[in-house]
DNA sequence: TCCACACTCCCCCAAAATAGCGAGGTGGCC
DNA sequence: GGCCACCTCGCTATTTTGGGGGAGTGTGGA
């Protein structure tokens, strides 16, 4: 790896705020030689933040055209695992077009490669490099450059996760191994009577582990534990 | 990236059959000169897949005993996003101990990174490194190959996804988006008739909601078919 | 154009879960 | 020895879900 690219990954390891996060796709932009870099993330509520280099008349024009809904990068990385080069996307839809002619006449370039990251729960992540070039160029550029963006996105993803976890605290419970498995047997979806006898204990038994989960979870009935101790990795069904 | 290490990501690349992801974990092995390299991945039917150099005894051993629900190691990268070192997960509880001893025990190392991936429909991968060293020898190796092992975990991650691909023909249930909106509320601990209230229809047509989602999601009743959306990655809470 | 599918509403009744009141035994920790 | 967390069991009454019927609208793709 590159070192002035090494010194760009250590800005983001150490970044606190939205703008260093915004310092360093300047940074990487201008490593890189392109149009754009920029970071899209939705934490675990839904908050969306950015970071990038799009000109601001562009992301406004974006967020007021709610063009979430319409971006086939968005709609395409939200179903895919792995890089995506833009010319893999569906732009065969008219609203798609419409899309790309005024994104490309924003300033945004014609050729990208969108990283998406995912995390546990529901976190998800979109790190782009775009530029203005022809296919043989944009192809040698991602040849060259394809595993540092996926590291650099890792790096970003990294920091974007203690971002979001320095705002949020909440403790963690922890269940009893009995509770835990009867967590487990009811997420399977058996009822409790099915659960009771499968661990050989009478169904009132069971609905005291259950009653008791719910409790130290805080949830409002069983389906509610049941979504928030899957949420917090406490069972896996 | 080595030559050699090259050559094992195309061997990874041409893949096909879980063989063809075993031997490429058996080559990584020898090359990184470590105990073991594994693969493990739970597609979004909640199916589990496996590849790796852990002997039959342990794995068999590990599924026997359900050692799912006890290694730290999967419970820890559940609530992850991001290359976890053993070190760092929890093994302060008597299970957790009793379990660690017995892996090494059965060759498993005493060290170990495990890099988490997560897909859009509730794919989740790990990839690990392990190894029987002292702490500051596999300091020294993660710091020298922790990146190319998450690009290793890429390319295991991109083929078993074409894998997945490849094998299943049933359709991964889509739910509507007013299905997704009940499932959410259902999932927040709401009855349904709260929930209803909050999408503003009737109680009733909440339960059609839930009805179809469960039959869609082939789950047994509604805590179910939430565990079930919650895995899958299709609602957030 | 028509078909499929998403969306909306209504009935009834059996089954299951929830809420409230209990009881007692074990084992670890201060 | 006392406290606390865990494990086990019982009863009754009320609320919520689940399964079985229906029926009508609107929208988008073949």
Chains 1, 2 share one sequence.
Not at 30 to 37: F, G, R, S, T
Not at 194 to 222: F, P
Not at 226 to 236: D, K, T
Request: glycine share 6%; hydrophobic share 40%; proline share 3%.
């Amino acid at each position: 790896m590159h070192p002035s690219l090494e010194k760009l990954i250590s800005s983001v390891q150490s970044a606190v705020t939205l703008e260093d996060f915004q310092t360093a796709t300047e940074g990487l932009r201008d490593h890189y030689k392109v149009a754009h870099i920029v970071y899209h993330w939705v934490n675990s509520n839904g908050e969306r933040f950015g970071a990038g280099t799009y000109s601001q008349e562009w992301v406004d024009r974006y967020v007021e055209k709610d063009y979430l809904r319409v971006d086939p990068v968005i709609l395409g990385c939200f179903q895919r695992f792995h890089p995506v080069d833009w010319k893999q996307l569906d732009w065969s839809t008219k609203t798609s077009k419409a899309f790309f002619k005024e994104a490309v006449r924003y300033g945004v370039g014609n050729q990208g490669l969108t990283i998406p990251i995912r995390g546990p729960q529901g976190q998800f992540a979109l790190f782009t490099a775009s530029n203005t070039c022809s296919d043989d160029v944009w192809t040698s550029f991602r040849k060259r450059n394809e595993r540092d963006l996926i590291l650099v996105a890792h790096e970003f993803n990294k920091r974007a996760l203690e971002y979001e976890l320095g705002v949020e605290s909440d403790t963690v419970a922890g269940l009893s191994p009995r509770e835990l498995s009867a967590m487990t047997y009811i997420a399977k979806g058996m009822s409790r009577a099915q659960a009771a006898a499968q661990m050989d204990i009478s169904e009132h038994t069971l609905r005291v582990y259950i009653e008791a989960a719910r409790h130290k979870l805080g949830a409002l009935n069983t389906t509610h534990a049941v979504a928030r101790a899957l949420s917090r990795g406490l069972i896996v069904i």
